[in-house]
């Protein structure tokens, strides 16, 4: 069956969302040759270089946004760090660090529904001078409208990032003061000012197989150019803080539907994968994915660059 829709995809078809599932029901050693599959579909239609990216957490804290996994919503206890937008300093020194350790992309991340208009018009100075560095600069910025993110891309900015999170049927249990469809004029607005868009979500929730089929078929149809796959990382006083998390073969086989459903698009693993994938961790290439977001992430620890270099480099891939 693998084999079969494998050859569909490399003969340019899309895969149904019952071909999904029966990737998704492959168990036992068979696991192993649907990795193999998507490690084949990812060297055709992306070759064997991982794109890896950086991020700073530039503003911290006190958001208004509900969001059940996020330490930072107005409805966590967990105590994160909360300030204000930090200085263009503080950026530009943690630029150079990521581009020190190998880092392709940059990018500027801040809490709350969206930057207001003078945090805006600091962060495309900020991005002006991250891309004189020679990193791509990247923003995750909220709810920004066509005029904002046109400022941003004049300033440099080269893709902006806006995760749906999950399937539009799940959405409403993870999120209610914002929603689905106001991420997709987000998006819109993005794609409409020719920036390139990195948009994914999270896994672990309490989402169904079918919720994960669905978000990757919306994802089909929007078209980003990076898909970002972030695991659950429950954290204590979030409203999903109590939740187990996946096991590390339920998150790769994760990664290859996804590989197998959008298999020219850049599947990049970022938060939770040490976590949730432990021992397993160095499979995320075997398993279809050609990205990483290294260093630490907003509000939890990620891998050092040199260690991300080192297994990359271990497996005959480049950067």
Same mark, same amino acid.
């Given at each position: 069956? &693998?084999?079969r829709?494998?050859?569909?995809?490399?003969?340019?078809?899309? &895969?149904?969302?019952?071909?999904?599932?029966? *990737?998704?029901?492959?168990?036992?050693?068979?696991?192993?040759?649907?990795? /193999?599959?998507?490690?084949? &579909?990812?060297?055709?239609?992306?070759?064997?270089?991982?794109?890896?990216?950086?991020?700073?957490?530039?503003?911290?804290?006190?958001?208004?946004?509900?969001?059940? %996994?996020?330490?930072? /919503?107005?409805?966590?206890?967990s105590?994160?760090?909360?300030f204000?937008?930090?200085?263009?300093?503080?950026?530009?020194?943690?630029?150079?660090?990521?581009?020190?350790?190998?880092?392709?992309?940059?990018?500027?991340v801040?809490?709350?529904?969206?930057?207001?208009?003078?945090?805006?018009?600091? *962060?495309?100075?900020?991005?002006?001078?991250?891309?004189?560095?020679?990193?791509?600069?990247?923003?995750? =910025?909220?709810?920004?409208?066509?005029?904002?993110?046109?400022?941003?891309?004049?300033?440099?900015?080269?893709?902006?990032?806006?995760?749906?999170?999950? /399937?539009?049927? @799940?959405?409403?249990?993870?999120?209610?003061?914002?929603?689905?469809?106001?991420?997709?004029?987000?998006?819109?607005?993005?794609?409409?000012?020719?920036?390139?868009?990195? /948009?994914?979500? &999270? @896994?672990?929730?309490?989402?169904t197989?079918?919720?994960? *089929?669905?978000?990757?078929?919306?994802?089909?149809? *929007?078209?980003?150019?990076?898909?970002?796959?972030? @695991?659950?990382?429950?954290?204590?006083?979030?409203?999903?803080?109590?939740?187990?998390?996946?096991g590390?073969?339920?998150?790769?086989?994760?990664?290859?539907?996804?590989r197998?459903?959008?298999?020219?698009?850049?599947?990049?693993?970022?938060?939770?994968?040490?976590?949730?994938?432990?021992e397993?961790?160095?499979?995320?290439?075997?398993?279809?994915?050609?990205?990483? =977001?290294?260093?630490? %992430?907003?509000?939890?620890?990620?891998?050092?660059?040199?260690?991300? =270099?080192?297994?990359?480099?271990?497996?005959?891939?480049?950067?």
């Amino acid at each position: 069956m &693998i084999d079969r829709i494998e050859e569909k995809v490399f003969s340019g078809g899309r &895969i149904t969302s019952e071909e999904a599932l029966a *990737i998704v029901r492959v168990s036992g050693p068979d696991v192993f040759a649907l990795f /193999s599959s998507a490690a084949r &579909i990812r060297n055709s239609f992306r070759g064997n270089v991982v794109d890896i990216c950086a991020i700073i957490n530039a503003k911290s804290g006190a958001c208004p946004e509900d969001c059940a %996994y996020c330490a930072q /919503s107005s409805r966590s206890l967990s105590g994160p760090p909360v300030f204000p937008l930090v200085d263009k300093e503080v950026v530009i020194g943690n630029a150079a660090e990521a581009k020190e350790g190998g880092a392709r992309r940059f990018c500027i991340v801040t809490s709350g529904r969206k930057a207001a208009k003078g945090e805006i018009e600091r *962060i495309a100075v900020m991005i002006a001078e991250v891309r004189a560095m020679g990193l791509l600069p990247c923003a995750t =910025l909220g709810l920004l409208g066509k005029e904002e993110l046109l400022l941003l891309k004049e300033a440099g900015l080269e893709r902006f990032h806006n995760n749906i999170e999950t /399937s539009e049927r @799940f959405f409403p249990e993870i999120c209610t003061t914002h929603t689905f469809q106001e991420k997709l004029r987000t998006i819109d607005a993005v794609k409409s000012t020719g920036l390139s868009l990195c /948009s994914g979500g &999270i @896994f672990g929730l309490g989402e169904t197989w079918r919720d994960r *089929i669905d978000m990757a078929s919306t994802l089909r149809e *929007i078209g980003p150019d990076s898909v970002p796959i972030n @695991f659950l990382v429950p954290v204590k006083g979030t409203r999903l803080g109590g939740h187990a998390p996946l096991g590390p073969f339920e998150a790769l086989k994760i990664i290859s539907l996804f590989r197998f459903m959008l298999p020219d698009k850049e599947i990049r693993v970022c938060g939770g994968r040490v976590q949730t994938l432990g021992e397993f961790h160095p499979l995320i290439f075997a398993a279809g994915a050609d990205g990483l =977001l290294s260093g630490n %992430y907003l509000t939890t620890t990620g891998r050092s660059f040199g260690d991300d =270099l080192i297994l990359i480099r271990q497996q005959g891939l480049g950067t």
